[in-house]
């Protein structure tokens, strides 16, 4: 049985001291993608939320559009590993079959295996308007990310990705040692649920790679929110596909990288009253 943390015995050097000790730490761990009997994709994740992650990685690879597309997914626990075994309709299976391939996937690394420039380089869909947010939302989006960290809290070691409405909050939060690993999981239970993108935030507790811009544009997400900087790349990537990316967000405010017109400066209670 995969756990998602452990705790491990350590010896601590500090303050010119040594003492025996324990940690927690986060489970790696061997995550096979099969699609009708043939391996896609092996990546190395936190072994919990599995069919979110299944689902939401076939989606922002291409594999299928919708969920139904998947007729069938089974967890397999193969003890050094586990299988996420899917089976497609016929017409995505023979699709897929066309551009299979084997990928041997570190940690967070979303474009290990890829076998051309031109398809690490895909462009990303074009999302829609969507609606806009203030400075103040896209703060109380940010703060209420850390508390729902629940592997984090115990490891500091993971990265979190989660889904922000104005009017529910938190929507959902997926953790993994891999960020890439944790937006697919997000992408996966959104999906799952039939919550919408357009109607909040996508934040994201690492920085911003091109492929994580991929991702949030497969999910139709306007907007993004990260803690940390974002590449080059990902930000010409995010203008192209229409994305708003926020980056560098901390607790005194962030910065706007693309798309800046979805953010708004907050309107005063007199403001309102003087409209009204």
Known sequence: MHKPVRTVDQQVWRDGGQHNGARTIPEETPL?????????????????NLTDFAVGFSLSEGIVQKPDEIESIDIVDLGEGIELRMW?????????????????GPTGCGL???????????????VPQGRQFSQAEVMTALQGIAPLQEINIETRAVHAAGFWTPTHGIVALR?????????????GALARASVPAGD??????????????????????PVMVAVSAPTALAVRMADAAGITLIAVAR??????????????????????EDVA
């Open 251 to 272: 607790t005194d405010g962030f910065e706007i990288f693309t798309h800046p017109g979805r953010i708004t400066a907050n309107v005063s209670a007199e403001e309102i």
């Open 112 to 126: 290990c295996g890829i076998d051309s420039i031109s398809q690490a380089l895909r462009p990303a869909a074009t």
């Open 200 to 221: 909040g935030l996508v934040l994201l507790t690492s920085r911003v790679s091109v492929e994580m811009v991929q991702k949030a544009a497969s999910l139709g997400a």
């Open 32 to 48: 096979a993608l099969t699609y009708n009997g043939g391996t896609y994709a092996v990546m190395m994740g936190t072994p919990q």
């Open 88 to 104: 497609l309709q016929d017409d995505k299976a023979a699709r897929l079959g066309e551009r299979r391939r084997q990928i041997a």
């Open 175 to 187: 953790e993994d040692v891999g960020r890439h690993n944790a937006l697919d999981k997000l992408c």
